[in-house]
T-cell receptor
């Protein structure tokens, strides 16, 4: 089983601030996915990163895949209350291995 | 937009009882997956189907757990003789081949 460690576990910030969450592994992944999960709902895919060093942007969210394809980060610029949720990284193809997630709370 | 549908959304049962959950995937999706998520953790893979064939089962899936997808459409997950440790969110997902997974809203199981 390929393990993914996410940090920090919890993050609480004020609206308008920036934040970064991290996903690290000792294993190489062919691709990594980032999901957001709201309470009582299933995870929703945000992005898939495939190439080492790749940077993808989704509005105010920037995703980066490490050169060695062992780590990834998610940066949110000017966070809004609607960004509140559990952010999960996952890898491993159809048999996804998920990290434990980072719970992000954006206060208005 | 008919996404992945799971029923029931919540289930409370007493220890030792059997429970069954249902998942209706997106209609054209040939793959269906079951995951389990406990508080403070990410989802853990349990099993997956390609059409009606169950192709892989995790070691997490003890003998008390059984999953079926009889006609390659909806799937059921049954837990026999439930234990308190079975309390979790049970998530179903579907995909078209290797394309992205779409998750349902899950069934929250509480075993008293």
């Amino acid at each position: 089983t390929q393990l993914l460690e996410q940090s920090p576990q919890f993050l609480s910030i004020q609206e308008g601030e920036n934040l970064t969450v991290y996903c690290n592994s000792s294993s190489v992944f062919s691709s990594l996915q980032w999901y957001r999960q709201e309470p009582g709902e299933g995870p929703v895919l945000l992005v898939t990163v495939v190439t080492g060093g790749e940077v993808k942007k989704l509005k105010r969210l920037t995703f980066q895949f490490g050169d060695a394809r062992k780590d990834s980060s998610l940066h949110i610029t000017a966070a809004q209350p609607g960004d509140t949720g559990l952010y999960l990284c996952a890898g491993g193809g159809y048999k996804l291995s998920f990290g434990a997630g980072t719970t992000v709370t954006v206060r208005a | 937009d008919t996404g992945v549908s799971q029923d029931p959304r919540h289930k409370i049962t007493k220890r030792g009882q059997n429970v069954t959950f249902r998942c209706d995937p997106i209609s054209e999706h040939n793959r269906l997956y079951w995951y389990r998520q406990t508080l403070g953790q990410g989802p853990e893979f349990l099993t997956y189907f390609q059409n009606e064939a169950q192709l892989e089962k995790s070691r997490l899936l003890s003998d008390r757990f059984s999953a079926e997808r009889p006609k390659g459409s909806f799937s059921t997950l049954e837990i026999q003789r439930t234990e308190q440790g079975d309390s979790a969110m049970y998530l179903c997902a579907s995909s078209l081949g290797d394309e992205k997974l779409f998750f349902g809203s899950g069934t929250q199981l509480s075993v008293l």
